[in-house]
């Protein structure tokens, strides 16, 4: 079955920068590609990108431009989401999921607990 | 891009119909039938509800039905049960740069 492992929970001071992972199984990692989804404390969702796991292409929401890097290591089944220079607004849980059925995102992974403290 | 409008809450008692909308633009919601629906129970990942406006992936209760009506998607839970009882956010393809846009989510209640 699909199963998709983020690394565990962060805490990071302000102008760092964090890295979660996504461990991907039950599936060719390459086939489908990976968005990463960010939940504040108490409020919505919100999308922060995409990445094709095959060509390693990307593509960032605005907002995040700039900050957020996504990258994959295809040996090993895994995508990785580099988020810099984090300010408190950052405190929130970040989810990867990948795009299947087409479009929607389909399996998700269990989130990973990113809190921005000095 | 701004997210999509969903009413902050909608209630229903057991066995009653709900609907949440989600309203858009023609740039997102209006302009393609790529509107998903997530179900988020508290401290949980969200769960794929519905996909392109109204297919249920397989595993989902046939309670749940999609549809959508120019620049609104609208979620029904028919038959609406306790453990229907969870936040639910809209979700669209968007020709914004930012390619995917989600709704601001509607908590549902079951009296």
């Known amino acids: 079955q699909v199963q998709l492992v983020q690394s565990g929970a962060e805490v990071k001071k302000p102008g760092a920068s964090v890295k979660v992972s996504c461990k991907a199984s039950?599936?060719?990692?390459?086939?489908?590609?990976i968005n990463w989804v960010r939940q504040a404390t108490g409020q919505g969702l919100e999308w922060m990108g995409w990445m094709n796991p095959n060509s390693g292409n990307t593509g960032y929401a605005q907002k995040f431009q700039g900050r957020v890097t996504m990258t994959r290591n295809t040996s090993i089944s895994t995508a990785y989401m580099e988020l810099s220079s984090l300010r408190s607004e950052d405190t929130a849980v970040y989810y990867c999921?990948?795009?299947?059925?087409?479009?929607?995102?389909?399996?998700w992974g269990q989130g990973t607990l990113v809190t921005v403290s000095s | 891009q701004s997210a999509l409008t969903q009413p902050a809450s909608v209630s229903g008692s057991p066995g009653q119909s709900i609907t949440i909308s989600c309203t858009g633009t023609?740039?997102?919601?209006?302009?393609?039938?790529?509107v998903s629906w997530y179900q988020q129970h508290p401290g949980k990942a969200p769960k794929l509800m519905i996909y392109?406006?109204?297919n249920r992936p397989s595993g989902v209760s046939n309670r749940f039905s999609g549809s959508k009506s120019g620049n609104t998607a609208s979620l029904t839970i028919s038959g609406l049960q306790a453990e229907d009882e969870a936040d639910y956010y809209c979700?669209?393809?968007?020709?914004?740069?930012?390619?995917?846009?989600f709704g601001t989510g509607t908590k549902v209640t079951v009296l």
């Open positions: 023609s740039s997102d919601v209006g302009g393609y039938n790529y």
């Open positions: 392109d406006v109204s």
């Open positions: 039950g599936y060719t990692f390459t086939s489908y590609d």
């Open positions: 979700s669209s393809y968007t020709s914004s740069s930012t390619l995917r846009v």
């Open positions: 999921a990948i795009v299947y059925p087409p479009v929607a995102l389909g399996y």
